[in-house]
């Protein structure tokens, strides 16, 4: 993946895609595991009070060094409120569609982002110009109206409004990806996620109080909180802090990019937990999917 300022392959990027691809293959599958015990608001409010307690050491250290860069809390004001929109439509979905299906869908960010950052940054302009990159974008907007299209219960209510829900949580995270970009340029990835976390468990823990059932949490068993820890560690923790890194070296276009064969690994686990398939139909409009984001960001690799 190429820096900003060169044309080699960033290898810290890399590895940063790669660790964030990772951990967030295996968080779906724990949500969609604890939509059996608590409401999504519930959930979302336990799972990122975990995350923001395992950053809370690392920004106080860095807070009492005098290591927290200037203006830190500020900026991470509209990220972390795109943070909420994002991560409560996310949680929602899981309560009327399966892991992979969803994931699949919610690929279309990649369609926001791209728009965004052709408006807000400079740098990614010289892309209008590319037809490898709208021929990408193409293929990805008609794949993931392939892989909606061709699910067998398409028109069941409960599907449609997963799939309304999954859309809009898609839109969400390129706005949240283009804030924290904007608003992060110049900010530790660690210090910036741990402040952000804190705004994010204060708006999930007052929705939480409002519309979930916050007190079915004491009933669960043991499980159900391994299921909060692992999704809250994996899916939250580290994955934010890996994906802000690699926005930070190369931009935000290429990460999400690659980062659209995360459905696949979802779909290889979800198939041995849930059983859940993709049929043939799916898979080729997955496939189209992803052979335009390689188009796309092929012609990113490819900026004079």
Same mark, same amino acid.
């Given at each position: 993946m190429k820096s900003p300022n060169g044309r080699k392959i960033d290898a810290g990027a890399t590895l940063a895609v790669i660790a964030a691809m990772v951990c967030w293959s295996v968080g779906p599958?724990?949500?969609?595991? *604890?939509?059996?015990?608590? @409401? $999504?608001?519930?959930?979302?409010?336990?799972?990122?009070?975990?995350?923001?307690?395992?950053?809370?050491p690392f920004m106080i250290f860095n807070w009492r060094r005098g290591r927290l860069e200037s203006g830190i809390w500020r900026k991470a004001v509209l990220p972390a409120a795109a943070n909420i929109v994002m991560q409560c439509l996310w949680a929602a979905a899981y309560y009327y569609i399966d892991p992979a299906f969803m994931y699949l869908l919610s690929k279309s960010t990649i369609i926001w982002i791209a728009g965004f950052s052709l408006i807000f940054f400079a740098d990614e302009r010289a892309l209008?110009? #590319?037809?490898?990159?709208?021929?990408?974008?193409?293929?990805?907007?008609?794949?993931?109206? &392939?892989?909606?299209?061709?699910?067998?219960?398409?028109?069941?209510?409960? !599907?449609?409004t997963g799939i309304v829900i999954t859309l809009l949580s898609g839109a969400a995270w390129a706005v949240? !990806?283009?804030?924290?970009?904007?608003?992060?340029? @110049?900010? @530790?990835?660690?210090?910036?996620? #741990?402040?952000?976390?804190?705004?994010? !468990?204060?708006?999930?823990?007052?929705? %939480?109080?409002?519309?979930?059932?916050?007190?079915?949490s004491f009933s669960m068993g043991a499980a159900p909180w391994v299921y909060v820890a692992v999704s809250a560690l994996m899916s939250i923790a580290f994955s934010h802090v890996l994906y802000y890194a690699?926005?930070?070296?190369? &931009?935000?276009?290429?990460? $999400?990019?690659?980062?659209?064969?995360?459905?696949?690994?979802?779909?290889?686990? $979800?198939?041995?937990?849930? &059983?859940?398939?993709?049929?043939?139909?799916?898979?080729? $409009?997955?496939?189209?999917? *992803? #052979?335009?984001?390689?188009?796309?960001?092929? %012609?990113?690799?490819?900026?004079?």
């Open positions: 599958i724990f949500i969609k595991l *604890l939509t059996a015990s608590v @409401d $999504s608001w519930t959930q979302n409010l336990l799972r990122y009070l975990v995350a923001c307690f395992f950053w809370l209008i110009r #590319s037809a490898r990159f709208w021929l990408g974008m193409v293929m990805s907007v008609g794949g993931v109206i &392939g892989i909606m299209v061709f699910k067998k219960d398409f028109t069941a209510a409960g !599907t449609l949240y !990806t283009i804030l924290v970009r904007i608003f992060f340029r @110049d900010i @530790d990835s660690r210090n910036g996620f #741990s402040v952000m976390s804190i705004y994010t !468990t204060a708006g999930l823990g007052t929705l %939480a109080l409002i519309f979930g059932r916050v007190q079915d690699a926005i930070r070296r190369i &931009g935000a276009t290429i990460p $999400s990019l690659a980062l659209l064969a995360t459905p696949f690994l979802v779909l290889a686990i $979800s198939y041995v937990v849930f &059983g859940e398939t993709l049929n043939a139909f799916q898979w080729v $409009s997955g496939i189209i999917l *992803l #052979s335009g984001s390689g188009l796309a960001v092929w %012609a990113q690799e490819h900026l004079g």
